[in-house]
C-alpha cells in the first residue's frame, strides 16, 4: 500500500491545475468519500473562504534529515493538521544518507551565533532524549567521545557549543602526544546519529503521526495549490529551482566507509577536513570540501588522499577492512534560509516557509531548525484561519 500512495497519491485535477492526494485518502486509505470534493470540480477558493478550516493541509518538500525532522515536528506540534513530506528521494538515496552524523556544529558566517546555538542545543537535548531511551538503538543515536586537534592554536579555544557537549576540556599534554603534528586540543564527549537508521526512524514517526510519503518531483511550488494550504520548502539544492535561490550551491564531500571495530574515539582536524567517525556498523573516514563540484563518482584518487590522512592520525586504521565510497552534494549557502514567504501569483497565494541550506551542519542544527520552521507554520495556520487577516495579505 505505502508503496502505491507514494507512485500514485499524486494524480491530475479533472480541470487540469494540478494534483489532489486527498482523494486517494478519501478512496483507498480511509473508505470515506473524498473530503476534497471542492477543489476537484475547480472550487480554487481560499479553504477559510469555503467553510472553517478544521485541518490544514500541509506539504513538505524534501526527505531528507530536514525535512523529516520538520514534518514531525509539524505532525506533533501543529493542532488539526495533515502532513505529507514529498520528494522524489527517500532514504537510502538522500544527501543526508551520506552525513557521518556527528553533531559539532558548522559555522554559518551569515546567521546570527546566538541563533545557530540555540538550534545545536535543541538537536542535542531531542537527540540526548533518544539515546537513554529505549527507541536509540532504532534510530541509531549514541554517546561518542573524543578529539578535535589543532595544528596551530585557534582564535577561539572555547567555541560557543562548548558547554552544550559534554566534558569539553583543554586535552592535556599526554593526550596531545598521540598527534605529534598538533599543538593544541578539545576534549569532549558528543552524540552521534547514524542516518541510515535515523532517517527510517523518522519516516515511521511521520506515518504514526498520520502523515504520508509520496514519491514525486516537484518543479514547481505552485504545482502545490490548490491542494495544499502550506507549503514547507526543504529541497536543499533543490530550492536553487524551487525559490530561485543562487546562493545555494553543492559542496562536494567524499568519504570512506571501512570495518574498523577497534576504533572507539573520534579525532577530528580542526580545520573540519579530516575526520575519523567511528559508528555502530562502521568507521566514516572523511573528506573532501568541494565547492561548486556536481560529480557524484567517487574518486579513487581522493579515495586514497583520505585514507592516507586518516592513517596518520589513527595508524590502526591500516588493518581497515571493507572500505566503501560514498558521495554527497551538501547543500551550502552562507547561511540558513528559515524565513516565511507569500508566493502570489494572478489572484492566488500560496504560503510558504522555507528551511535549506544547512550544508555540512544539517544533522548538528536540524531539530532546532525544524522547531523554528514549526512555529512559522504555526503562525502561516494562524493567518489562514483568521479569513481578515488573510485578506489583508
Known amino acids: 500500500m505505502e508503496s502505491k500512495l507514494r507512485e ?35 472550487d480554487t477558493r481560499l479553504p477559510s473562504q469555503r467553510q472553517a478550516m478544521d485541518t490544514v493541509r500541509i506539504a513538505v518538500v524534501g526527505a531528507g534529515v530536514i525535512g523529516l525532522s520538520t514534518a514531525v515536528c509539524i505532525s ?6 495533515s502532513v505529507t513530506v514529498i520528494s522524489d528521494k527517500f ?27 540555540q538550534w545545536f542545543t535543541e538537536t542535542f537535548q531531542h537527540l540526548s532524549t533518544i539515546a ?13 567521545s573524543g578529539w578535535q586537534v589543532f595544528r596551530n592554536v585557534p582564535t577561539e579555544e572555547v567555541p560557543f557549543w562548548a558547554d552544550v557537549v559534554l566534558g569539553f576540556r583543554k586535552m592535556t599534554e599526554a593526550e596531545l602526544k598521540r598527534f605529534p603534528q598538533y599543538v593544541f586540543g578539545q576534549a569532549f564527549t558528543t552524540l552521534k ?3 541510515s537508521a535515523y532517517l527510517p526512524w523518522l519516516e515511521k514517526r511521520v506515518k504514526e503521526h498520520g502523515g504520508l510519503l509520496l514519491t514525486r518531483r516537484i518543479e514547481d511550488l505552485w504545482e502545490l ?28 564531500g567524499q568519504v570512506l566507509r571501512a ?5 572507539k574515539h573520534f579525532i577530528r582536524d580542526g580545520s573540519g577536513l579530516t575526520y ?38 589513527e595508524p590502526s586504521l591500516r588493518r581497515a577492512c571493507n572500505i566503501e565510497e560514498k558521495v554527497g552534494l551538501r547543500p551550502s549557502r552562507p547561511g540558513v534560509r528559515l524565513q516565511k514567504e507569500m508566493l502570489v501569483r494572478g489572484g492566488q497565494r500560496l504560503p510558504v516557509v522555507h528551511n535549506y541550506g544547512h550544508g555540512s551542519g544539517g544533522v548538528s542544527v536540524h531539530w532546532g531548525s525544524a522547531l523554528e520552521a514549526t512555529r512559522l507554520v504555526m503562525e502561516w495556520i494562524h493567518t489562514l484561519r483568521t479569513p481578515a487577516t488573510m485578506s489583508k495579505l
Open 193 to 195: 546519529c547514524e542516518t
Open 132 to 144: 537513554e531511551s529505549a527507541e536509540a538503538a532504532d534510530a541509531g543515536v549514541h554517546l561518542v
Open 225 to 252: 495549490q490548490p491542494s495544499f494550504d502550506i507549503v514547507v520548502n526543504c529541497s536543499g539544492l533543490g530550492s536553487r529551482q524551487l525559490a530561485g535561490d543562487a546562493m545555494i550551491s553543492p559542496v562536494r
Open 91 to 117: 532514504t537510502p538515496d538522500t544527501t543526508s544518507n551520506v552525513a557521518a552524523g556527528m553533531l559539532i556544529p558548522h559555522t554559518y558566517p551569515d546567521t546570527p551565533v546566538t541563533r545557530q546555538k
Open 259 to 263: 570495518q574498523a571495530p577497534w576504533v
Open 76 to 81: 506533533q506540534l501543529a493542532p488539526r493538521c
Open 8 to 42: 500514485n497519491a499524486l494524480h491530475n485535477f479533472p480541470n487540469g491545475k494540478g494534483f489532489c492526494f486527498p482523494c486517494l485518502l478519501g478512496n483507498q486509505v480511509t473508505g470515506n468519500k473524498c473530503w476534497c470534493r471542492a477543489l476537484c470540480r475547480g
Open 276 to 313: 575519523i567517525y567511528p559508528g555502530t556498523s562502521y568507521v566514516t573516514l572523511g573528506g573532501t570540501r568541494h565547492k561548486g563540484d556536481w560529480n557524484l563518482s567517487p574518486d579513487a584518487g581522493l579515495s586514497r588522499e583520505i585514507f592516507s590522512r586518516c592513517c596518520a592520525l
